[in-house]
């Protein structure tokens, strides 16, 4: 289990435990945290996913790859280097302690 | 066959309280079909938001029924709770089964399959078609602009996403009137004969597609189907086949009843239409509410472990139904639910179900529905449903009007 932090835009933290091989994304909906939507659950087809990868930890994580690119054009809020689609982060305990930060709005 | 009949109580299983069993005639009923959508809001006033539904039709299965967003939403996103084994009501051959696919494969296996044509549907891959598409919509409009009447369903609704869809699968155009009438025998005969019948002519059909597409392949769907490698190994016959019925069914059916749904709507509501050609920026939203209020259908799912949802214990093998579009017309998530509002914020609606098995054309749909509903407003902005006529909508698991007469 890798301990991941989702900070909402309001600035209220939840710490929870994600599976190894488990998506930040499905770390969020089953932890029913709000600011994660998943509409199309995973399948890099909605943009409702979207999180912002604490600055400390984007070495480790890496920038948002092309097609996520593509995606991310469609969200909601404000787009930055930091922009990942959260179901395309897949947790492993190189991760542990993980803080992503999440946007205003996912749609 | 009508709604309010007393539950068959014999086929209720013991584990369901006999104060949530109700008979409610959803898809047949005559309340039902006297205005589906306004009924299905009702549900929330005149159901409990679970309840036990015993099977009132022939092919329909006893299945719990869910109206909330919350309780949908909460069925879609956990496949390993919910799955969609033997939940979708089609008849097929037990000798030589094939599945759905990819929504019949539970996950992680299906994303393999969704994987292949995901590209092709997204936003950027289905912008693609909008300029056929727009030029298909103006294309079925010059044929009745200036006789001052049409009957939408047939002149439109009904060939415009049989175009898309043989365009996009590969297929020649000349095959579209074989296309109309193969789905309307299958999809909407009360006659089984018919839908057997049908289903024996796609089957026919589609197995010869497959076996040229195979010799002489193109950049075309059913091509990029038959050349996948999920696993690194291709797809047997019987999974491609059981892909590209599923795309047939999964993409006829539900555009045309939606924009059967959507312009009857429009010819009823002229300060509306106006609203909306006064307003080409806010298209995207105009679009999302339209799809809220004209959910044509519903998503059903297994029961794989015993759980509780809402104090309702449910057991393993129970069928769930999610009512999509009472959900989409939930208070507790929309506002005034039945208002069409283009300036409602902007929430995820249940249209396209959600979660793994989320509709892979949802993009596509969209875009099609924005492209009709502005080409359509700009060539004959004013229009109503023809003086005298009365709807009536198809019973069955896609929600739309039979026929749609319109003058202006």
Known sequence: ?107 | MGSQTTPDMSRVPEHVPADLVRTIGLTMGPEFLAAPHAFMADLHRTQPPIFFNPAEAEQAKDAWMLTKYEDCYYVLRHPEIFSTRGATPFPRDPDNPFKFIPLEIDPPYHRRYRNILAPRFSPQGVGALEGYIRDLANTLIDDFVDKGECEFTTEFGRPLPVSVFLDLMGLPQDMRDEFVSWAVGLLHSQDRSVAEESMMNIVTYLQQVIREKSENPDDKVISTIIQAKPDGQPMTGQEIFGFVLFLFIGGLDTVFATLNNVFLWLAQNPERRREIIDSPENISNIVEELLRTNAVTFSGRTVEQDCELRGVKMKKNDKVTCILPAANFDADIFENPLEVNFHRPRKPILSFAGGVHSCMGAHLARLEMKVCITEFLRRIPDFQVREGARIEYWPGGVIGPKLLPLTW
């Open chain 1, 1 to 107: 289990m890798t301990s991941v932090t989702y900070v909402e835009f309001n600035g209220t933290a939840h710490t929870v435990d994600v599976p190894e091989g488990t998506s930040v994304m499905q770390g969020a909906i089953d932890n029913n945290i709000e600011g994660i939507v998943a509409e199309c659950g995973g399948g890099m087809a909605c943009a409702t996913c979207h999180c912002y990868v604490d600055d400390a930890w984007m070495d480790k994580v890496g920038p948002a790859t092309e097609p996520e690119h593509d995606m991310l054009e469609f969200s909601a809020s404000e787009t930055r280097s930091t922009s990942r689609l959260s179901c395309q982060i897949i947790v492993s305990d190189k991760l542990e302690g993980l803080v992503v930060h999440l946007p205003e709005a996912q749609f």
